[in-house]
């Protein structure tokens, strides 16, 4: 059975860094696309970053030039490394797999609609105090 686990949340003073690590379990094949959404308080999940294996790699406005999405395909293993933290970057990170990013590219979807992910882990908290 698939299974996404989140880990390496915490809580930070602005400016500082903490690195999301969300490891996968039971997966029959290599996702092709792995990404990572977060929830504030009140707020709609939104897209944070996503990866491929085709190599492309998508990041929200808000967090580019500060995150960084990577991948260990021996391990499994997705990461978010996340420096120059902002308070509003508060909230519960989520590690989330498209089975068929193709799919969604064939109908023009946008990569940081929650409804073209299959799977999600349970999510880690992220708190950033100015």
């Known amino acids: 059975q698939e299974q996404l686990v989140e880990s390496g949340g915490g809580s930070v003073q602005s400016g500082g860094s903490l690195r999301l690590s969300c490891a996968a379990f039971?997966?029959?094949?290599?996702?092709?696309?792995m990404g990572w959404f977060r929830e504030a308080p009140g707020q709609a999940r939104e897209g944070v970053a996503a990866?491929?294996?085709?190599?492309?790699?998508d990041y929200a406005d808000s967090v580019k030039g500060r995150f960084t999405i990577s991948k260990d395909n021996d391990k499994n293993t997705l990461y978010l490394q996340m420096n120059n933290l902002k308070p509003e970057d508060t909230g519960i990170y989520y590690c989330?797999?498209?089975?068929?990013?193709?799919?969604?590219?064939?109908?023009?979807?946008?990569?940081?609609?929650?409804?073209?992910?299959?799977?999600w882990g349970q999510g880690t908290q992220v708190t950033v105090s100015s």
């Open positions: 989330a797999v498209d089975r068929d990013p193709s799919q969604r590219d064939e109908y023009g979807g946008d990569w940081t609609d929650v409804g073209w992910f299959d799977y």
């Open positions: 990866i491929y294996t085709n190599g492309r790699i």
């Open positions: 039971g997966f029959p094949y290599r996702p092709p696309c």
